[in-house]
């Protein structure tokens, strides 16, 4: 008896161990049903996981200047498309296309899009 019950609780140690992969919602912080477009100057770019940021200073709808928070992908999954921590710079103008913020005093966008026509750099895509 002792024996099943041992092997009963190792089995359920081993199937209750499996890691689960978590993520939360875009939705709760962006309208994924509206997009906007930004030019500006690239501030910073961090280029990390989970996500990497682009800090871009851009008018807003009333023409003031304001610096926006673009969210995008990790690292990790960027690098497979191509972007690395060279591929924008301080300086650099931008063009964003995303999914704004619902907190529009945040200034944030999910990335869809990004170009920098100085230096070619284009990237679409989506990530999760």
């Known amino acids: 008896m002792r024996k099943a019950a041992l092997s009963i ?3 359920a140690i081993l199937l209750g161990g499996t890691p689960a992969a978590a993520h939360h919602s ?3 912080t962006y309208f994924e049903n509206r997009t906007l477009t930004i ?3 690239v501030v910073r770019f961090l280029y990390r996981n989970p996500h990497s940021f682009v ?3 851009a008018k807003d709808d009333k023409g003031v200047m304001q610096r926006w928070a673009i969210e995008w ?3 990790g999954q960027l690098s497979r498309m191509g972007v690395t921590a060279e591929s924008l710079h301080a300086g650099d103008i931008v063009t964003v296309t995303g999914n704004p913020g619902r907190n529009s005093e945040d200034y944030r966008l999910r990335v869809l899009s ?3 026509a100085a230096t070619g ?3 679409k895509g ?3």
């Open 9 to 11: 609780a190792l089995m």
């Open 73 to 75: 992908g990790g690292s």
């Open 121 to 123: 750099f284009v990237w």
């Open 39 to 41: 030019q500006g100057k």
């Open 126 to 128: 989506v990530v999760e």
């Open 26 to 28: 875009f939705a709760a």
């Open 114 to 116: 990004i170009k920098c």
């Open 55 to 57: 800090q871009v200073e």
